[in-house]
T-cell receptor, first 114, second 113 residues
Framework: DTAVSQTPKYLVTQMGNDKSIKCEQN?????MYWYKQDSKKFLKIMFS???????INETVPNRFSPKSPDKAHLNLHINSLELGDSAVYFC?????????????FGEGSWLTVV | TQLLEQSPQFLSIQEGENLTVYCNSS?????LQWYRQEPGEGPVLLVT?????EVKKLKRLTFQFGDARKDSSLHITAAQPGDTGLYLC?????????????FGRGTQLTVWP
């Protein structure tokens, strides 16, 4: 069973479109994250939710809107897609953050904006 | 922004050689984590070090956390082709930044048979 699953795995879309990436975790964690990995493999946190509440918003453009219907799901909606949004987006989850807790990553969603 | 400098960026070695990857920062972290990422997959946690000076061993991999909890190293003994991958270090924030992981830019390791 996949612990953190995200869909779609690959997404190619045109500039200006709106798209969503869905994420679900079956680990019973109460904290979920979205990370972005650029073409140079640099991973950076975008958002974090704890029990459906936003706790980290790392100065991401407001075209990106995360939504957490329950603590097992954290979806990412992106409006008016731009070329620079092309990247790999990773969903992740963990227990309530503390020193040393493990974060589990999904397999990533490859977004290409053309 | 808490930056982690990871070096080297690329490492290409022959099977059987030893190697060390370094992860340095001017910031103190609550813990330091090492991940390995395969192509087309997400990062997978290898180890977490929490205490300054801590050393952990995972088969041929040895991880060390600096005394001041600002830096770490990963040493691989007798590298094998199966060790090929992207190795990422990540520092866990503390206090107001608890919950954030700050990643280094990764070391792409290639081990040739």
């Amino acid at each position: 069973d996949t612990a953190v699953s995200q869909t779609p795995k690959y997404l190619v879309t045109q500039m200006g479109n709106d798209k969503s990436i869905k994420c679900e975790q079956n680990l019973g964690h109460d904290t979920m994250y979205w990370y972005k990995q650029d073409s140079k493999k640099f991973l950076k946190i975008m958002f974090s939710y704890n029990n459906k509440e936003l706790i980290i918003n790392e100065t991401v453009p407001n075209r990106f809107s995360p939504k957490s219907p329950d603590k097992a799901h954290l979806n990412l909606h992106i409006n008016s897609l731009e070329l620079g949004d092309s990247a790999v987006y990773f969903c992740a989850s963990s227990q309530t953050p503390s020193a040393g807790n493990t974060i589990y990553f999904g397999e990533g969603s490859w977004l290409t904006v053309v | 922004t808490q930056l982690l400098e990871q070096s080297p960026q690329f490492l290409s070695i022959q099977e059987g050689e030893n190697l060390t990857v370094y992860c340095n920062s001017s910031s103190v972290f609550s813990s330091l984590q090492w991940y390995r990422q395969e192509p087309g997959e997400g990062p997978v946690l290898l180890v977490t070090v929490v205490t300054g000076g801590e050393v952990k061993k995972l088969k041929r991999l040895t991880f060390q956390f600096g005394d001041a909890r600002k830096d770490s190293s990963l040493h691989i003994t007798a590298a094998q082709p199966g060790d090929t991958g992207l190795y990422l270090c990540a520092g866990a924030g503390r206090g107001s930044t608890l919950g954030r992981l700050y990643f280094g830019r990764g070391t792409q390791l290639t081990v040739w048979p």
